[in-house]
């Protein structure tokens, strides 16, 4: 597709299941990012790949969250033993290495 | 935190009005870019801004990048119903990473 894809649009889960996020970013883009945004709420980092490798992991807030990269293209965010201050919608963005940023629509998580 | 800060947090104008916004980060950038989100949606690139530019325009979008008090803003002129959204500012650092912080965002409503 023309832009970056990210899958469920919405997922609800209950609190202790694992969820699988994914991102399909632009065709080519060199670099992924995952970042979590809160309702009304900024952009809060959690880790980006050049490749399928990670430079950066240092937002990832828990150990229960893990990501990775094949290919060189889609990517997907897991969160294991989801909690409920989990909830929150989570943004893909993609882009050639130092060029700006094209995000996705999110997915939207709901921990019950 | 590492995130950069916006104000006003919200703002609310009448249409054909101008729009201010700023942006202050912590730490040495290569460049600085905006973005805007509309409800629901992702972010959307609108003006980069590198580090030894003071001015930049693009339609009726005009930035200012002040480097020493690691500040800029965003003026949008004469402002339009359609303009109402969320803004961000995002910073790349100088390090030779390609981690973007944005900030907390300044939500713009134009009122018709």
């Known amino acids: 597709g023309a832009g970056v894809s990210q899958s469920p649009s919405n997922k609800v889960t209950e609190k202790g299941k694992d969820v699988e996020l994914r991102c399909d970013p632009i065709s080519g883009h060199t670099a992924l990012y995952w970042y979590r945004q809160s309702l009304g709420q900024g952009l809060e980092f959690l880790i980006y790949?050049?490749?399928?490798?990670?430079?950066?992991k240092s937002g990832l807030p828990s150990d229960r969250f893990s990501a990775e990269r094949t290919g060189g293209s889609v990517s997907t965010l897991t969160i294991q033993r989801t909690q409920q201050e989990d909830s929150a919608v989570y943004l893909c963005?993609?882009?050639?290495?130092?060029?700006?940023?094209?995000f996705g629509n999110g997915t939207r998580l709901t921990v019950t | 935190s590492q995130q950069g800060e916006e104000d006003p947090q919200a703002l609310s104008i009448q249409e054909g009005e101008n729009a201010t916004m700023n942006c202050s980060y912590k730490?040495?950038?290569?460049?600085l870019q905006w973005y805007r989100q509309n409800s629901g949606r992702g972010l959307v690139h609108l003006i980069l801004i590198r580090s030894n530019e003071r001015e930049k325009h693009s339609g009726r979008l005009r930035v200012t990048l002040d480097t020493s008090k690691k500040s800029s803003s965003l003026l949008i002129t004469a402002s339009r119903a359609a303009d109402t959204a969320s803004y961000f500012c995002?910073?790349?650092?100088?390090?030779?990473?390609?981690?973007?912080?944005f900030g907390t965002g300044t939500r713009l409503k134009v009122l018709a």
């Open positions: 963005a993609s882009s050639f290495t130092g060029s700006p940023l094209h």
């Open positions: 790949f050049q490749g399928n490798s990670a430079p950066d």
């Open positions: 995002a910073t790349v650092g100088a390090s030779g990473t390609y981690k973007y912080i």
């Open positions: 730490t040495s950038i290569n460049n």
